[in-house]
C-alpha cells in the first residue's frame, strides 16, 4: 500500500479536491450519525433487557383471575416441583409501590435462607451482613429511591402503607449498587415475608411462581404440563418474554428506520444529479488522465476507491461521533424521543454496546445508497473522451 | 513506425458528411521528426488524435509500431499509449493543484508501478526536461515556458518512442519557441520519432534532418 | 404486514434488494442493446457507445456481486435473529423452513453470486483480449444472472410475506433429528458410508484438477458438495455442536459456535464455484492457475476444517460422539 503508486494519487486526488467534497462529507456524517445513535441506543436497550432476561428463570406461572395477574397460593409449588424436569422451582413475591402520584419503585421480596435465589442477588447480598439485615425489617434501597428518600428526609426507615390501610415501618439498611442500571435505580429488596406484607398480600400468597427447564426440548411438553395444573394457570417462558422486548423496540426503531430510509432516498437523488453535473473541470481532469493513458478501468477504479473512501470515511466518523454521543453523553435529545418520557429515570446511562450486525446494518444502509447512486454518473465520467483534452 | 492508409474522418451533421480527413495516406519512419503544417481547421490536430489513439477513424487503418491502434480495446490502447507516445499538448494540460513531479508520474500510475521507482522516473523526466529545480512547484505557480517543461517531462517519463507535439508553440514567446525547438533536437538525436503539428512559422528554419507534411482542408498536399 | 416488518435487519434487507433489483433493471436493457447490436468490426458511433457501455455492465455487476455477497451473509444473520420472534424456532433452520420459498430463496442467492462470479471472470478474461473474443458469452451469463435477480427479487416478496407469525415453525431438531426409522441420509447411505465417500471424492477432486481433467473435476465437485452438506449436516456438525443429536446447518453460525459455519459453509462454496468457473473457462480453451488455486486451498481448508473438530472431540474427551 504504501509503495503503490495508485493509492498516493488517489490521496493526492482527495487532499486536492476536498473543498468539493466537504459538503457530501458532512451531509453523510450526519445521517450516518443519526442511524448509529437511534440504532446504538435501541441496541444498547435491548442488551439490557437481555441481560436481565438471563438471569430470569426459563418460565413463570401465573394466576389469572378476570383475566388479570392476581396472587398464586404456594402450595402450587409442591405440584410443581414433581413435574419430571422441572428444575430451580422459586416462590416469588414482588410489586410495585406507589410513594406518591409520580415515584413508584420495584419492592422484590427474597427468600433470604433460599440458596437457589436469583443470582444476581446473590451477589449483592455478599457485601450485606444476612444476619444484621435479618434480625429486623430491613430493606435494601436502589439509588433512585435512596435519592427520592433523602429529599422526602427519610434517612433511617420508612412507613410503608400497606394496601389494607396500615403501617408498615421499614429500616432502609443499605444502598444497592447495581451494574445493570436498568434494575439497579428504583427497586427495593426485602424478606419474602416483608414484602408480602407491604404489598398486601396473604402468608400464603404469591405473585408468580419461577422455574427452570435445562433441557430445551422438554419445554414444550412441560409447558403444557404446567397449564393443565390449574384451571386459572398461566405459564410465560422466556422466549414470549424476549419475543415481547423485541417488537416493542422493533416498533420504534422499525418506524424510524423506515421515515430515515425516505430521508436516504432523497440523499441519493440529490447526491445522484450533483454527481451527474460533474464541472467541465472535472471532465478536463480525467481527458488529461485518459490522454496520457489511462484506461476508463483505470479511472473507475480511482473513482470509485474515491467514493468508497467517502463512506468510509463518513461512516468512521459518524458512528464515532455517535458513540461519544450516546455511550458518554447519555444522548440528550433523542433519549427523551426516543423512550418517549415513561420510565426515563431507569436510563441513566447506557450500557455501551456495539456489535457486528448494528454496524454492518448502519453501513450497508449507507453505502448501499451512496455508491448506488453514483454509479452511473462515475461511470458517465469515466468514459469522457480523452479527445477533449486536446 | 506510423503507417496510414486511405485514412477517412467525417462527422455526420444533419445527415450530411463533413469529411475533416480525407483519404489520407501517410507512412512515417523510426526516428525521422515531422512537420505537419496546415492553416487553422484544416485537420492537423484530428489527424494526429487519431494517431494517438484519442479519436477513432471513420474508416481506414492505422498502424502505430505494428498496432492497428484504432481497433484495440480500450485497456490495450491505454496501456499502449502510456507506455509508447507521449503527447505535448497545446495548453500543456497539466493537472491543476498537482506538483510538477506528481503531474510527472501520471502515465506511469495505470501500469501499477511502485511509488518508489515512479518517483525516481519522475525525477529523470524532468531532469531531462530542464526543469527538476522547480519539481515541487504546482501548474500555477510556474510561467507558460516553465509549464511545457513539465509537460514535455510528462510526455517523456515512460520512455516513449513516439512523441506528438499539437501546437506546442503556440502559448509560448519567442524565447521559449526557440529553446523549445531545441529540446526537439535533443529529442530526436535520442532517436525519437517526432510528429508536430504547427503553423509557426520558426517551425520552418530547424538546423536538424526533418521533412514536411502539409495538409489542407482534410487532404495532404503533394506526396505523403 | 406484520411485526417482521419493523425489524431492522428485515428493512434493511428489503431496502438493499430493491436498490439491487433497480439497477438491475437498468442493466438488463444495456445488456439486451448489446447482445442485439455488438458488431466490433464497426467503426460507427453506435458501436463505440456500446464499448463503454459494457464496461458500465462490468461495473454494475462487480457492484452487485459484491453486495450480493455481502447481503448473503446478512440473509443468513437475518434469518437467525428472526428465530426469536418465529414461534417454534430455535435458529435459522425453523425461519428458512417457515414456507416452501424459504429454501427456494437460499438457492437462488447461491446461484446468482456464481453466476455473476462466473461473468467477472469471463470479463477479466475478455478484456485481457484484443478483440473481445468472449463478448457474447459473457453477456448471455450476465443475462442469467439479471434474470436470477428478478426471480430472487420475487422470491424475497413471496418468502417473506408468506411468513405467518401465529403458526409455529418446526426447530432443527424436528427438521434434522432422525425420525423414528427413516434414514435422512440420500442414497441409502450410512454415516460410514458418507464418510468414506466424502474423503475418497476429496480426493479425486485433487487429482483430477492436477491431472487438469476438467469432466471428472466438475463431476467430483458437484458430488462432493452433495455428499457434504450430509456429513456436516449430520455427522461433522454433531462434533461443533459436541452433541450427537444436534443436527443442523444453521446453528453452527450462531456466536455460540464463534460463526464457524459461516467459514465451513464459505469454503465449501468457495471450492465448488471457483472449481466449476475454472472448468467452465477451461472448456473456453482457457488456462487459470490462480483459479486453481483459490479452490484447492478452499477444499482442503473445508477439509481440514471439519476433521479438526472430530479430532479435537477426540483428543479431548478420548472417545468419538
Ligand atoms: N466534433 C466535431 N464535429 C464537427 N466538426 C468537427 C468536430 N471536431 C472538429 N471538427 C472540425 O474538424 C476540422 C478540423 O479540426 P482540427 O482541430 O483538426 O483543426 P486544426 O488543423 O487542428 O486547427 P487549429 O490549427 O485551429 O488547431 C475543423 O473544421 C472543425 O470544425
Ligand atoms: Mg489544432
Not at chain 2, 5 to 27: C, P, R, S, T
Not at chain 3, 250 to 255: D, L, V
Amino acid at each position: 500500500m504504501r509503495n503503490n503508486s495508485f493509492f498516493y494519487f488517489l490521496t493526492l486526488n482527495l487532499l486536492k479536491e476536498k473543498r468539493r467534497f466537504v459538503g457530501i462529507v458532512l451531509i453523510s456524517t450526519l445521517l450516518i450519525f443519526l442511524l448509529s445513535s437511534v440504532l446504538f441506543i435501541s441496541s444498547s436497550i435491548k442488551h439490557t433487557l437481555n441481560q436481565t432476561l438471563i438471569a430470569q428463570p426459563d418460565f413463570i406461572v401465573q394466576n389469572i383471575k378476570g383475566g388479570r395477574v392476581s396472587p398464586i397460593k404456594d402450595e402450587q409449588v409442591d405440584k410443581i416441583v414433581d413435574i419430571f424436569g422441572v428444575k430451580k422451582v422459586t416462590k416469588r413475591v414482588y410489586g410495585r409501590y406507589f410513594f406518591d402520584d409520580k415515584y413508584s419503585a420495584l419492592i422484590i421480596g427474597v427468600d433470604f435462607l433460599d440458596e437457589q435465589s436469583n443470582k444476581k442477588l446473590a451477589k449483592i447480598m455478599d457485601s450485606v451482613d444476612l444476619k444484621s439485615f435479618l434480625s429486623k425489617d430491613n430493606m435494601l434501597v436502589g439509588q433512585g429511591v435512596l435519592n427520592y428518600l433523602k429529599s422526602h428526609y427519610y434517612t433511617s426507615n420508612y412507613n410503608f402503607l400497606t394496601p389494607s390501610g396500615q403501617m408498615q415501618k421499614v429500616n432502609i439498611f443499605k444502598a444497592l449498587n447495581v451494574k445493570s442500571s436498568l434494575l439497579s435505580n428504583d427497586i427495593i429488596v426485602m424478606p419474602l415475608e416483608l414484602a408480602q406484607k407491604v404489598l398486601g398480600l396473604k402468608e400464603n400468597e404469591l405473585t408468580d411462581i419461577a422455574l427452570n427447564v435445562p433441557n430445551d426440548s422438554e419445554w414444550a411438553n412441560i409447558k403444557a404440563k404446567l397449564e393443565s395444573l390449574n384451571f386459572s394457570t398461566r405459564v410465560v417462558t422466556k422466549k414470549d418474554m424476549k419475543k415481547a422486548y423485541e417488537n416493542l423496540f422493533n416498533y420504534k426503531g422499525g418506524l424510524f428506520l423506515v421515515l430515515y430510509l425516505i430521508v436516504i432516498a432523497t440523499f441519493s437523488l440529490l447526491l445522484y444529479l450533483r454527481y451527474s453535473l460533474a464541472s467541465s473541470l472535472e471532465r478536463k481532469e480525467i481527458a488529461i488522465l485518459r490522454a496520457v493513458g489511462w484506461s476508463i478501468k483505470d479511472v473507475l477504479k480511482l473513482k470509485f476507491l474515491e467514493n468508497i473512501f467517502l463512506v468510509i470515511f463518513a461512516f468512521v466518523l459518524g458512528s464515532s461521533l455517535a458513540y461519544i454521543y450516546v455511550f458518554i453523553l447519555g444522548a440528550p435529545l433523542l433519549k427523551d424521543i426516543f423512550l418517549g418520557g415513561a420510565n426515563l429515570k431507569q436510563f441513566t446511562t447506557f450500557t455501551p454496546v456495539v456489535d457486528y450486525s448494528v454496524l454492518s446494518t448502519i453501513f450497508i444502509v449507507f453505502a448501499v445508497a451512496f455508491l448506488g447512486s453514483v454509479l452511473i454518473p462515475v461511470w458517465k465520467i469515466a468514459v469522457t473522451e480523452p479527445k477533449e483534452a486536446l | 513506425m506510423v503507417k496510414i492508409e486511405n485514412l477517412n474522418k467525417f462527422y455526420e451533421i444533419d445527415g450530411q458528411k463533413q469529411y475533416v480527413l480525407n483519404a489520407i495516406n501517410l507512412n512515417i519512419q523510426k526516428g525521422e521528426c515531422v512537420i505537419l503544417k496546415g492553416v487553422s481547421g484544416s485537420g492537423k490536430t484530428t489527424l494526429l488524435s487519431i494517431i494517438a489513439g484519442l479519436d477513432k477513424p471513420s474508416s481506414g487503418k492505422v498502424l502505430v509500431d505494428g498496432e492497428p491502434i484504432s481497433k484495440l480495446p480500450d485497456m490495450h490502447l491505454s496501456s499502449f499509449r502510456a507506455q509508447k507516445i507521449g503527447i505535448v499538448f497545446q495548453n500543456f494540460n497539466l493537472l491543476d493543484g498537482v506538483s510538477l513531479a506528481d503531474n510527472a508520474m501520471v502515465p506511469l500510475i495505470a501500469s501499477g508501478i511502485g511509488l518508489k521507482e515512479a518517483k525516481l522516473k519522475a525525477q529523470d523526466a524532468l531532469k531531462l526536461a530542464n526543469i527538476d529545480h522547480k519539481a515541487n512547484k504546482t501548474p500555477i505557480e510556474l510561467s507558460g515556458g516553465e509549464k511545457q517543461r513539465g509537460a514535455i517531462a510528462r510526455a517523456l517519463v515512460a520512455n516513449p518512442n513516439l512523441i506528438l507535439c499539437d501546437e506546442p508553440t503556440a502559448n509560448l514567446d519567442r524565447a521559449n519557441s526557440l529553446s523549445f525547438i531545441q529540446t526537439l533536437k535533443e529529442l530526436h538525436n535520442m532517436g525519437k520519432t517526432i510528429i508536430v503539428a504547427t503553423h509557426d512559422s520558426l517551425f520552418e528554419e530547424l538546423d536538424f534532418e526533418h521533412r514536411v507534411v502539409e495538409i489542407s482542408q482534410g487532404s495532404l498536399v503533394g506526396r505523403g | 404486514m406484520n411485526e417482521l416488518f419493523l425489524n431492522n435487519y428485515v428493512i434493511v434487507y428489503l431496502f438493499s434488494e430493491a436498490v439491487l433489483f433497480l439497477i438491475a433493471l437498468y442493466a438488463f436493457f444495456k445488456d439486451i442493446s448489446i447482445l442485439r447490436f455488438w458488431d466490433f468490426n464497426n467503426f460507427s458511433s453506435k458501436q463505440l457507445k456500446l464499448e463503454k457501455q459494457s464496461y458500465l455492465l462490468s461495473t454494475i455487476a462487480t457492484f452487485i456481486f459484491t453486495l450480493k455477497l455481502t447481503l448473503l451473509i446478512y440473509f443468513v444473520y437475518m434469518i437467525d435473529s428472526l428465530s426469536i420472534i418465529i414461534p417454534g424456532a430455535m435458529c435459522g433452520a425453523g425461519v428458512i423452513s417457515a414456507n416452501s420459498y424459504g429454501m427456494s430463496l437460499l438457492f437462488v442467492k447461491l446461484i446468482t453470486i456464481f453466476t455473476f462470479l462466473l461473468f467477472l471472470t469471463l470479463n477479466n478474461l475478455d478484456l485481457k483480449a484484443k478483440n473481445y473474443p468472449l463478448l457474447k458469452f459473457k453477456s448471455w451469463v450476465l443475462l442469467a444472472g439479471l434474470l436470477l435477480i428478478f426471480l430472487e427479487t420475487y422470491l424475497d416478496i413471496a418468502y417473506l410475506f408468506n411468513i405467518d407469525l401465529s403458526v409455529p415453525v418446526s426447530c432443527c431438531s424436528a427438521l434434522f433429528g432422525n425420525l423414528e426409522g427413516a434414514n435422512p441420509l440420500p442414497f441409502g447411505l450410512d454415516i460410514k458410508m458418507l464418510l468414506i465417500l466424502y474423503y475418497t471424492l476429496f480426493v479425486s477432486i485433487i487429482l483430477s484438477l492436477l491431472l487438469d481433467n476438467k469432466l471428472l473435476t466438475a463431476v467430483t465437485l458437484i458430488l462432493f458438495a452433495v455428499i457434504s452438506y450430509y456429513a456436516v449436516v449430520y455427522f461433522f456438525g454433531t462434533y461443533i455442536y459436541e452433541l450427537p443429536t444436534h443436527k443442523c446447518p444453521f446453528c453452527m453460525m450462531q456466536k455460540e459456535y464463534y460463526y464457524i459455519g459461516y467459514f465451513v459453509w464459505g469454503t465449501l462454496f468457495s471450492a465448488l464455484f471457483f472449481g466449476l468457473i475454472w472448468v467452465i473457462i477451461g472448456l473456453l480453451k482457457y488456462e487459470s492457475k490462480v483459479l486453481k488455486r483459490i479452490t484447492v486451498t478452499s477444499l482442503v481448508l473445508f477439509v481440514s476444517l471439519c476433521s479438526a473438530y472430530v479430532l479435537y472431540y477426540y483428543f479431548k474427551n478420548g472417545v468419538f460422539l
